[in-house]
């Protein structure tokens, strides 16, 4: 989820801890757990720094063992640590309890995203994406800001966050149906899909669609129950090559390749270089497929520059891979 539900949530569980005896009989404590669950709420995505490193970094880290089962278990350590220090008479153990719920929550409400993460490390690699919840949900969002502000009126938090709660379990239940139905429509249309990527968006019922069948990749959008298909593309299969083999060295390459479920790749010949581009085709935005891995190459096949990342034209990704180190 984005960083503002995040926090929400933190709020909400802060609130929830007020109904535990032992938070509610000390001040400091309180305070400690409100600081706690939002600092918990939050952790796990400290991993966007890598951002500052580069793009191939942030992809293959983001949402993986900062979201792992060690990780869970070591941030609400850490925050106590952290928070013992301003409040050195805070009940460490229900601090721990608290915020423990929401590192917790945090993973677990991020495994319903269509970017999903590696909430199963270090057993597996996998990464999980049920792709039921847009990254930002605004009716998530919203309940919670309606209930936080019915607690700061003066609502008792108990029956206060359990209605919350419970809408929200309804809503979850109802995008999984939602989903399951956009599935059934594309079998009936493509009854040789091999696999199907529906991703939600912003808007309650459109979806993103990206179809592989027997021959092609159908890339389209799911409007209610209604399929749209966009794009058709041959699935031609990745030739054994000594372009692409350098080309896959290459660590933005890489990447891409250890994040993108579905894709498919061109390979161009200048004058100059050689460039070789992967196309993801979960994300197509206004005509445009704006999450890519460029390679370009000179004809010796030493790699001149190379970039991944989300560009949302064809212009600007020219702009950016001129200012690359050539």
């Known amino acids: 989820m984005d960083t503002g539900t995040h926090i929400a949530m933190g709020?909400?569980?802060?609130?929830?801890?007020?109904?535990?005896?032992?938070?509610?009989?000390?001040?400091?404590?309180?305070?400690a757990v409100m600081i706690g669950v939002i600092a918990g709420s939050l952790a796990p995505d400290l991993d966007t720094i890598l951002k500052?490193?580069?793009?191939?970094?942030?992809?293959?880290?983001h949402r993986g063992i900062t979201h792992s089962i060690p990780a869970v278990a070591l941030w609400p350590l850490l925050i106590i640590v952290i928070v013992s220090l301003f409040f050195p008479n805070a009940n460490l153990f229900h601090l721990w309890i608290w915020t423990f719920a929401a590192?917790?929550?945090?993973?677990?409400?991020?495994?319903?995203?269509?970017?999903?993460?590696?909430?199963?490390?270090p057993f597996t690699d996998k990464w999980i994406a049920l792709g039921v919840i847009n990254t930002?949900?605004?009716?998530?969002?919203?309940?919670?800001?309606?209930?936080?502000?019915?607690?700061?009126?003066?609502?008792?938090?108990?029956?206060?966050f359990i209605t919350m709660y419970s809408i929200i379990a309804l809503y979850y239940v109802w995008r999984f149906y939602m989903r399951h139905q956009i599935a059934k429509k594309i079998r009936q249309?493509?009854?040789?899909?091999?696999?199907?990527?529906?991703?939600?968006?912003?808007?309650?019922?459109?979806?993103?669609?990206?179809?592989?069948?027997?021959?092609?990749?159908?890339?389209?959008?799911?409007?209610?129950?209604?399929?749209?298909i966009y794009d058709t593309f041959k699935k031609i299969p990745i030739p054994e090559s000594d372009i692409i083999d350098v080309a896959k060295r290459d660590e933005n390459l890489a990447a891409f390749l250890s994040f993108s479920p579905i894709y498919r790749w061109e390979v161009d010949e200048y004058s100059d270089h050689i460039e070789v581009r992967f196309i993801d085709l979960?994300?197509?935005?206004?005509?445009?497929?704006?999450?890519v891995a460029v390679v370009q190459l000179d004809y010796d096949l030493n790699i001149i520059c190379s970039y991944t990342g989300w560009i949302f034209s064809e212009k600007k990704l020219r702009k950016k891979l001129d200012y690359l180190p050539h």
Do not use: C
């Open 103 to 121: 590192v917790i929550i945090h993973v677990f409400v991020d495994v319903f995203n269509a970017y999903g993460t590696q909430a199963l490390r």
């Open 136 to 160: 930002f949900d605004y009716f998530i969002f919203a309940v919670h800001v309606v209930a936080i502000l019915i607690w700061f009126l003066g609502m008792s938090p108990g029956p206060t």
């Open 11 to 31: 709020i909400a569980i802060g609130a929830l801890a007020t109904l535990d005896p032992v938070v509610a009989a000390s001040s400091v404590t309180t305070e």
């Open 52 to 61: 500052l490193k580069n793009n191939a970094h942030y992809i293959r880290n």
């Open 189 to 228: 249309k493509f009854p040789d899909v091999v696999k199907m990527n529906i991703s939600p968006t912003i808007r309650f019922t459109h979806w993103h669609l990206a179809i592989t069948t027997k021959e092609n990749f159908h890339v389209g959008r799911a409007v209610g129950q209604k399929i749209f």
């Open 282 to 291: 979960r994300y197509r935005s206004k005509d445009y497929y704006p999450f």
